[in-house]
């Protein structure tokens, strides 16, 4: 038989997974991260989870800035990360490990704390 208190557990687990909203941090490395190799913007799109619009301010302030390069190719935009980009994705990929780390060890307390809450 499972334990009422355990689905509960997983019950709030999932919905943090649902409902959780990515830090600009989070966003920037996800873009950083599609751009390593030169790609398009629908393929970066896909890989950071952007709509367009969303996708096309976070695009312009990265290149602004010089994190990524853009190149363009008759009408279509291509983007890649520059060496200034590399030295934020390390930045930026130690952050989000943290992130997730401090998530799991979160999640782990939870555990322990709601066997008191019995």
């Known amino acids: 038989m499972i334990d009422v208190s355990l689905l509960y ?23 950083l991260n599609a751009c390593r190799e030169r ?12 709509n367009f619009a969303e996708l ?22 291509y983007y890649s990360v520059t060496e200034e980009g590399n030295k934020l994705l390390q930045i ?11 998530e799991e060890l979160e999640t782990k307390l939870q555990d322990v704390l709601s066997k008191f809450k019995e």
């Open 39 to 50: 790609t398009n913007k629908t393929k970066i799109m896909y890989a950071s989870a952007l």
């Open 92 to 102: 930026l990929e130690k952050y989000v490990n943290v992130i997730h780390e401090k």
């Open 56 to 77: 096309k301010k976070y695009l312009e302030i990265l290149v602004k800035n010089g994190y990524l390069k853009e190149e363009q190719e008759g009408k279509n935009s």
């Open 9 to 31: 557990i997983i019950d709030l687990s999932i919905t943090k997974l649902m409902t959780k909203k990515r830090s600009t941090a989070e966003i920037i490395y996800s873009i």
